[in-house]
């Protein structure tokens, strides 16, 4: 029997497309990370995720799925890929990665630069989401569960 644990996060923020870079358009998601196996994890620092991500002019409430790469000691990252369909039903992606800095641990685990991509893998628009410790560390905290 394999051990886990999951948790569940919401980061928001705003995004703007390549070829509007003046209009400031809203992004969030909210995930549901699940790692079915400690060991595994161990070794490949991966999480699968899925949830719900809204993009203001995309997409609309749309169902996400993908993966968190958490390795903020020796990787000193964490990285954020999924996949889900536009209001168009078009396959868009988005992928992010927190860097972790040692001597600015909140702000850098707090912070998230992204990229909206295309169904051809062509940036559409940049993001930067954030994690609001102050009102969602304590729900953060309280969402982790053995699995």
């Keep these: ?12 923020g705003s995004y703007h497309l390549v070829d509007a870079p ?19 994890f161990l070794r490949d620092r991966k999480a699968e995720i899925a949830g719900e991500v809204d993009v203001e002019g995309f997409a609309d409430h749309r169902p996400m799925r993908g993966s ?5 000691l ?12 536009d209001n168009d039903d078009r396959k868009l992606r988005f ?3 927190k ?14 630069p992204g990229q909206l991509l295309g169904p051809a893998g062509e940036v559409l ?18 969402s982790f569960k053995p699995t």
């Design 22 to 40: 003046d209009r400031e358009r809203a992004i969030s998601f909210t995930i549901r990370a699940v790692v079915h196996d400690l060991l595994r």
């Design 1 to 12: 029997m394999s051990v886990g644990f999951e948790f569940r996060e919401t980061m928001s």
């Design 125 to 142: 628009g940049e993001a930067r989401l954030r994690f609001d410790a102050r009102s969602d560390l304590a729900k953060w905290l309280r």
């Design 99 to 112: 860097s972790v800095e040692f001597l600015r641990p909140l702000a850098t685990m707090t912070t998230l």
């Design 74 to 85: 020796l990787g000193k990252e964490l990285v954020y890929d999924f996949a889900f369909p």
């Design 68 to 72: 968190l790469t958490i390795d903020p």
């Design 95 to 97: 992928f992010g990665r």
